[in-house]
């Protein structure tokens, strides 16, 4: 909705800010969301998952780990 106002207001530089803004956001969505970040993910291995990754190991090797769980 506020591309749209950006967008029919008759000002050149709301127009193309409408527009940046509008490619910006498709670009995230169909580009960086679905291509670049599992590519990153991928490519960085066990470190991609940061966070949980370094959780899981730090789980895993406390002594009855197991134990515990059940």
Same mark, same amino acid.
Do not use: K
């Given at each position: 909705?506020?591309? !749209?106002?950006?967008?029919?207001?008759? &000002?050149?530089?709301?127009?193309?800010?409408? @527009?940046?803004? %509008?490619? #910006?956001?498709?670009?995230? !969505?169909?580009?960086?969301?679905?291509? &670049?970040?599992?590519?990153?993910?991928?490519? @960085?291995?066990? %470190?991609? #998952?940061?966070?949980?990754?370094?959780?899981?190991?730090?789980?895993?090797?406390?002594?009855?780990?197991?134990?515990?769980?059940?």
């Amino acid at each position: 909705m506020s591309f !749209a106002i950006l967008a029919i207001v008759n &000002l050149m530089e709301f127009r193309e800010l409408a @527009f940046a803004m %509008a490619a #910006g956001v498709l670009i995230d !969505a169909f580009f960086v969301r679905s291509v &670049l970040v599992p590519a990153l993910i991928s490519l @960085f291995g066990r %470190a991609g #998952g940061w966070p949980w990754a370094r959780l899981a190991d730090e789980r895993a090797a406390e002594p009855g780990a197991l134990s515990a769980a059940a």
